[in-house]
Nanobody, 126 residues
Framework: QAHLVESGGGLVQAGGSLRLSCEYSGRTFSAHTLGWFRQPPGKEREFVGLVLWTGDTTHYADSVKGRFTISRDNTKSALYLQMNSLKPEDTAVYYC???????????????????WGQGTQVTVSS
């Protein structure tokens, strides 16, 4: 059974950095696109970015482009989200997720993902 666990969340001041990790197990995810989503308080879950299963190609939401970096290490069964220049509006619960195998295109909707972690809280103070 697939299992994803996020870690690394916390409280940080605006302008600071955090690195989130997502460890996955239960199956080989090398053929799955992996993504990060977030859910701000009182809002819908939104796409942050992804790394395609086809390689190291990444895509980001405009709101985080240039500040956030996604990477994956299949040898460690881990996905990372490096967040720099954090803003109060980045405050949210952050989730990692995985699509089904060999997903086509650039899946940026939550419904495109079938495996989810439990989330980790990121709070950015002003």
């Amino acid at each position: 059974q697939a299992h994803l666990v996020e870690s690394g969340g916390g409280l940080v001041q605006a302008g600071g950095s955090l690195r989130l990790s997502c460890e996955y197990s239960g199956r080989t995810f090398s053929a799955h696109t992996l993504g990060w989503f977030r859910q701000p308080p009182g809002k819908e879950r939104e796409f942050v970015g992804l790394v395609l299963w086809t390689g190291d190609t990444t895509h980001y939401a405009d709101s985080v482009k240039g500040r956030f970096t996604i990477s994956r290490d299949n040898t460690k069964s881990a996905l990372y989200l490096q967040m720099n220049s954090l803003k109060p509006e980045d405050t949210a619960v952050y989730y990692c997720a995985a699509t089904a195998t060999l997903a086509r295109g650039v899946p940026s909707r939550a419904n495109d993902y079938i495996y989810w972690g439990q989330g980790t809280q990121v709070t950015v103070s002003s």
